[in-house]
């Protein structure tokens, strides 16, 4: 049986949000709430390290931006989230703020692998904040399964642009010629 545990929701102001001490807990600060619900397992940290190396990797050798893992992210709006993985390519460098170690605006890509606590959140919350912040790319890891699932963003919406499952390469469309088989990667296949 599964339980599924719901984002722990505290109400309170941006200022208060803003005075909160750096984590862990990682709280994300939506619609007057900061919504803490990062409980990661062991997989979902490895999957996060390995990935975001080989992504960082990628990125450096081919000159196309930063790779990092855990940042803030201060949309638009004025929200802040903290995907696992963000993407922010080199012309977009200028919103990140080395430091505070924060980014201000819409990131190229972000990546969500999904835990139990946060998985609804992520794929219904954040997707949606992420969405009208115009951010480009989401992809979703379901760290038991190692599928992958990438989105682009359109002004309709999300699209589905591909799906790729356990010891299959999935072949990023923003970045053409990395090859990922997420399972090889974490030694598992």
Do not use: C
Request: proline residues 8%; glycine residues 10%.
């Amino acid at each position: 049986m599964t339980v599924q545990v719901r984002p722990q929701r505290i109400p309170m102001s941006r200022e208060e949000f803003d005075r909160l001490p750096e984590g862990p807990p990682y709280f994300d600060y939506v619609n007057g709430e900061a919504v803490d619900g990062n409980r990661p397992t062991g997989r979902h940290q490895q999957i996060e390290m390995r990935l975001g190396n080989l992504l960082w990797e990628h990125a450096h050798a081919q000159g196309l931006g930063e790779v990092f893992p855990q940042i803030d992210v201060e949309l638009p709006s004025g929200l802040v989230v903290g995907p696992d993985l963000v993407f922010i390519a080199t012309e977009r460098l200028g919103g990140y703020d080395e430091e505070k170690g924060d980014f201000h605006g819409s990131p190229d890509l972000v990546v969500e692998v999904l835990s139990p606590s946060t998985a609804s959140y992520d794929r219904v919350d954040k997707f949606q904040l992420y969405h009208r912040s115009r951010v480009g790319w989401v992809w979703f890891i379901d760290p038991g399964s190692f599928t992958i699932e990438e989105y682009q963003w359109t002004a309709d919406g999300y699209l589905w642009r591909q799906a790729v499952g356990p010891g299959q390469v999935f072949m990023p469309t923003l970045f053409p010629e990395l090859r990922i088989n997420l399972q090889a990667l974490m030694g598992k296949g």
